[in-house]
């Protein structure tokens, strides 16, 4: 099992560019979720999925936009860069919602200029 | 939603000695306390959790304890090394399908 892969791991964008970050897990789980994190401000929830065709948001979802097609991928779109965007962003999934344990992609460091 | 407050943001112990963590929270639907431990460009991997009907959970050198009237929740580690550096959050699970995590405490563990 590869777990929670994410692409890519680095990108740097212009400001008012999209570009869509990449999550696939192979546990067939049911719960994903996107995170972003600063420093000093831990993980805040971006957006999350309880299963294939059902997203919600989290406590930051403004300027990001999710879609979940199949049970493996939860993709986050960001619609049109901007600096405060700048950060390093976490996909995570369980087996059994946000009370079980989550399991990290890698991370993407993302940089918008 | 949930709201968690972790403290020290930062911790600096001598090796072998023990360090405590703390977080409160607001919620009283909170259910599910996790620990995750995040190395320096690592992901976050969970060390240890504990749901709101158990008071303490251990494993080997850590423990969480939990307690639900004074709403705060805390991670014990004894006998501290020097791999024991690193960030670490605690979370936590109301009523939503959300899990909201404090903003870390930097835990550095000195020769």
């Known amino acids: 099992n590869a777990g929670v892969t994410q692409t890519p791991k680095f990108q740097v964008l212009k400001t008012g560019q999209s570009m869509t970050l990449q999550c696939a897990q192979d546990m067939n789980h049911e719960y994903m979720s996107w995170y972003r994190q600063d420093p000093g401000m831990g993980l805040r929830l971006i957006h999350y999925s309880v299963g294939a065709g059902i997203t919600d948001q989290g406590e930051v979802p403004n300027g990001y936009n999710v879609s979940r097609s199949t049970t493996e991928d939860f993709p986050l779109r960001l619609l049109s860069a901007a600096p405060s965007q700048t950060s390093v962003y976490f996909c995570?999934?369980?087996?059994?919602?946000?009370?079980?344990?989550?399991?990290f992609g890698q991370g993407t460091r993302l940089t918008v200029v | 939603g949930e709201n968690v407050e972790q403290h020290p943001s930062t911790l600096s112990v001598q090796e072998g000695d023990s360090a405590v963590i703390k977080c409160t929270y607001s919620d009283s639907a909170s259910n599910y306390f996790p620990w995750y431990k995040q190395e320096l460009g690592k992901r976050p991997q969970l060390i240890i959790d504990?749901?709101?009907?158990?008071g303490e959970k251990k494993d080997q050198r850590i423990a969480v304890t939990l307690n639900k009237t004074a709403k705060h929740f805390s991670l014990h580690i004894t006998e501290t090394q020097p791999e024991d550096s690193a960030v670490y959050f605690c979370?936590?699970?109301?009523?939503?399908?959300?899990?909201?995590f404090g903003t870390g405490t930097q835990l550095k563990v000195e020769l």
């Open positions: 995570a999934s369980s087996y059994g919602g946000a009370n079980t344990e989550a399991f």
């Open positions: 979370a936590l699970t109301g009523g939503g399908n959300k899990l909201t």
């Open positions: 504990i749901r709101s009907n158990v």
